[in-house]
């Protein structure tokens, strides 16, 4: 019968190739880059055999005059990168998908800290590639020199044929590349290349034509351009310049992916941005070209998708995040099976694989970054081995997984929680403000787990080590989390703040679904309120948003150098700091607690060693947390006097940590489950 969703899977033609349907996973980054090939195809193949019609590598680099260590992205510097990047499109093909190259030449975005070649640029301007505060600068590359890149890239897009690719980018986006560098108005070079628009957009022009004219007749060459940098009249504008930019090149290129510049902007999380919102911003390309137009907005949702082909917003559904979080996303709405998409929560842990230079990983798909190395299928896992029934305590994010993969495999698993609703940690930071999208995690879960019928659920149902033995299972998983220190202990510090403060943790806030009783009983009593984070997540800004948005004076203090300091590997740490600015949260960085007393804390400079005096009404902890793990202690000798078969802690339990790695470790548990494991074997296979 016809569906609604048929369009999604109408052919399209892009120049001399076609793409089996419009879903279109748009170049990403991921951690593997040209040092870990097999474990880059492996993922990208996956991709494909999830229904995905087009898939893409990262950005290329073109040269070694354009090296972006310490960051892992794609190599074609010369015909010995061709056998790598052929694993990828073999993978791609396999599938009757169509491959895509991202050709990059980045400017003062490649530090160069490998090659340690002198970068060309739109003038001589210091680094920013790496750290983002590189103490070199970049040279201001001449006609010649720029005559030189595009002949670098002519030869790069012929090493991209000969590889296999379908589909070769020229690359002027997230304000990193020498084209997008020279279209800006900061441009005021004297000669053609500078000065009018028309100038400015000269060398991109002249990149698109080179590769048209070198591999055009079998490849589609794609065009990937930024339509604004969000910062206003100083910068590329949708309804400026890139409009005319756009109109002056409309129908040079195949295919036209547009999207916002920078990646923190392209590429923002749930907490600030939700599906679609890019659409205000690249909307008018369509109506400039008769070319195929992709866009991105972190769509999880086929009528969105539906929708924005409809509206006439794009005619592929590009992806990046979405593809992660479900690589068979297409071909479950195809079968429609919408309930079954895994929907990515916009965290982007994803990014955080590049940003830390290891293979990608995600909070929502556990076997993301691990297709090569331990042969991990989002979809498929190995039967059961045995007949055994498993007991899981504890159905957060971690034992929610450990059941629904266990059960999958066709295990009698019996899960049990000691609240009411499933979930965990997940359920109940999904109530803090904008962290909405994450509880995701736990839906998605629970809809599977309530499919499997040898799953059996037991919420409200707290377990002793007595009734854990009395329930008979032979084997037991626990998965019981972690609760946040309330003495200050943490990264910096390692014995307890002694002092007679007010102290909460954040528990106390999740626990209560917001503001604890406290606040709300003796709201005049607590107003100035000091948070000490030495987490440097996303927690202690969450909860200073909290405080602020219900009317307290808050100070977020930290030893770090800077506030939420792990969030910028998320990209986000900028749109925390202007929310919390905005909040009139005071910020403290480069502190701790020293001691505290009912109405101050004396806090101290970790550079300085300078004390000083806060006003607080209470002081809100952030820092370790403490493993539930005494059940686990209590039931080690009755594995060894041969009670129970097996005994492992998962999650939280074993290790607090992200949510993502409280998903893996479930996983990995059912993966391992049965299975003969060597602690002196390394469990998955290394490049080498």
Not at 113 to 138: H, I, K, M, N, W
């Amino acid at each position: 019968m016809p569906s609604r969703y048929d369009i999604l899977f109408q052919p399209i033609k892009i120049g001399p190739v076609t793409a089996p349907n419009r879903f279109y996973q748009v170049p990403h980054c991921n951690g593997f880059g040209w040092r870990m090939p097999k474990g880059l195809a492996a993922m990208r193949g996956m991709k494909a055999e999830g229904g995905w019609g087009v898939v893409c590598t990262e950005e290329t680099e073109i040269h070694h005059t354009s090296d972006l260590s310490p960051f892992f992205e794609g190599h074609i510097w010369s015909d010995d990168d061709i056998p790598s990047l052929l694993l990828m499109t073999d993978a791609v093909h396999k599938h009757g998908a169509l491959a895509g190259i991202e050709l990059s030449y980045n400017g003062r975005d490649a530090s160069n800290l490998y090659s340690r070649a002198v970068t060309f640029d739109l003038f001589s301007r210091g680094l920013v590639g790496g750290s983002g505060y590189e103490p070199g600068q970049s040279r201001a590359a001449t006609k010649d020199d720029l005559k030189q890149i595009r002949k670098w890239h002519r030869n790069a897009a012929i090493r991209a044929k000969n590889a296999g690719f379908d589909i070769i980018y020229c690359y002027a986006a997230h304000n990193l590349t020498l084209a997008f560098h020279l279209m800006s108005k900061d441009n005021d070079r004297a000669d053609e290349y500078g000065g009018s628009l028309e100038n400015r957009t000269r060398f991109f022009r002249e990149l698109i034509e080179d590769t048209k004219e070198a591999v055009g007749d079998t490849c589609a060459v794609a065009v990937r351009f930024a339509v604004d940098e969000l910062i206003g009249a100083s910068g590329m504008q949708f309804d400026g310049e890139a409009r005319d930019i756009v109109s002056m090149l409309a129908e040079l290129p195949d295919l036209w992916d547009v999207n916002v510049s920078s990646w923190k902007n392209d590429s923002t999380t749930s907490r600030f941005e939700k599906e679609g919102n890019q659409e205000k911003y690249i909307s008018f390309v369509k109506k400039l070209t008769t070319k195929p137009v992709v866009g991105v907005g972190r769509y999880t949702s086929p009528d969105s998708m539906v929708s924005a082909i409809e509206r006439g917003i794009m005619d592929m559904i590009g992806a990046a995040r979405p593809s992660i979080a479900d690589p068979f996303l297409p071909n479950k709405i195809k079968a429609g099976r919408h309930e079954d998409i895994r929907e990515c929560i916009g965290c982007n842990i994803c990014v955080t694989g590049d940003t830390r230079f290891v293979p990608i990983r995600c909070t929502q798909n556990p076997t993301m970054g691990e297709e090569w190395r331990r042969n991990w299928h989002p979809e498929i896992i190995a039967p059961k081995k045995s007949e055994d029934e498993i007991l899981i305590v504890g159905a957060g994010p971690a034992g929610l997984e450990a059941a629904r993969a266990l059960g999958q495999r066709g295990y009698h698993v019996v899960l049990t929680d000691a609240k009411r609703e499933a979930g965990g940690r997940v359920a109940l930071e999904s109530a803090l403000p904008n962290l909405n999208e994450w509880r995701r995690v736990i839906d998605w879960r629970l809809t599977q787990i309530q499919k499997i019928e040898n799953i059996y659920f037991y919420p409200s149902s707290p377990m002793t080590a007595k009734d854990i033995l009395e329930a008979g299972a032979p084997h037991v998983i626990l998965a019981t989390g972690a609760k946040w220190r309330r003495d200050g202990i943490g990264r910096y510090l390692s014995r307890p703040v002694k002092g007679g403060a007010k102290i909460f943790t954040p528990d106390d806030f999740l626990e209560s679904g917001g503001l604890p009783p406290a606040f709300q009983q003796q709201a005049a009593e607590l107003q100035k309120i000091l948070i000490y984070d030495d987490d440097h997540y996303y927690m202690g800004g969450v909860l200073a948003e909290l405080l602020a948005e219900n009317g307290c004076e808050v100070t977020l203090m930290t030893p770090a150098p800077s506030i939420s300091y792990w969030t910028q590997f998320t990209l986000e740490q900028d749109r925390i700091l202007k929310q919390l600015h905005k909040l009139n949260v005071t910020l403290l960085a480069d502190h701790i607690i020293a001691s505290h007393t009912p109405t101050n804390a004396t806090v101290t400079n970790v550079i300085t060693s300078a004390e000083s005096t806060l006003a607080c009404d209470a002081i809100v902890m952030v820092t370790d947390r403490i493993p539930n793990d005494a059940l686990y202690h209590e039931l080690k000798p009755a594995l060894a006097e041969g009670k129970l078969k097996s005994l492992r802690i998962i999650g939280d339990a074993e290790a607090p940590n992200i949510i993502a790695q409280a998903i893996f470790s479930g996983h990995l548990a059912a993966r391992e489950f049965d299975e003969l494991i060597d602690p002196d074997v390394t469990p998955f296979k290394v490049e080498r």
